[in-house]
């Protein structure tokens, strides 16, 4: 088989920049909850403030909160998630009912950092802001693809593939370049649809 048979190209990358996103948006979230019910100790009113969000669906801080065997009026699904992701060793990472609790919540949001969250109009990651300038999609997030230390702090062990179909690179480049479309498959547009 010679080069120009191949049609189709796809990369296996890692995900270098998505607990450095993620992190701050939880500590956040953890300190708007915290001000909240200590403003609604004091008044019927909760805080204004355009940090307002929830990183997590209701069903996933459930299923965290479950999972870690932890108290639901003393522990935010958000706090156990900071935990987890910070604690040294990744203890989490050992543990396959902890592996299956973090499983959607971290696919979703890795699809989001990787779709949606931008600056100046290019992609927040710099390794998705390449293939995707390139005209590649984002085709497919690999659950514990990395379960390297590296693999663990910064993308929670997630990788991500990229695919390359040579009738689709030039239509790609330019959405990215002119209207900062990033292509994506359907089973990534599928974890953009939970979104919050």
């Not at 948006?25 to 909850?33: H, N, P, V």
């Not at 040294?88 to 543990?95: D, F, L, T, V, Y």
């Not at 949606?116 to 998705?128: C, F, M, N, P, Y």
């Amino acid at each position: 088989m010679h080069s120009r048979d191949v049609l189709t190209f796809v990369t296996l990358s890692p995900i270098p920049g998505f607990l450095k996103w993620l992190l701050p948006k939880l500590e956040l979230q953890i300190r708007y909850s915290q001000v909240g019910s200590e403003s609604n100790t004091e008044s019927s009113e909760a805080p204004s403030t355009t940090f307002k969000e929830n990183v997590l669906l209701p069903e996933e801080e459930d299923i965290l909160i479950e999972a870690c065997g932890k108290d639901k009026e003393s522990n935010s699904g958000k706090q156990i998630l900071r935990d987890l992701l910070t604690s040294p060793g990744h203890e989490w990472a050992k543990s396959p009912k902890l592996v299956e609790a973090l499983r959607a919540p971290l696919m979703r949001l890795c699809a989001r950092y990787l779709i949606v969250e931008k600056k100046r109009g290019r992609a927040l990651d710099q390794v998705t802001n390449f293939h995707v300038r390139n005209g590649a999609s984002v085709e497919r997030l690999n659950w514990m693809g990395d379960t390297s230390i590296k693999g663990l702090e910064t993308s929670a062990g997630i990788m991500v593939n990229y695919i390359y179909r040579l009738e689709n690179i030039d239509t790609n480049n330019q959405a990215y370049l002119n209207k900062g479309i990033i292509a994506a498959s359907p089973a990534i547009e599928q974890y953009l649809q939970s979104r919050l």
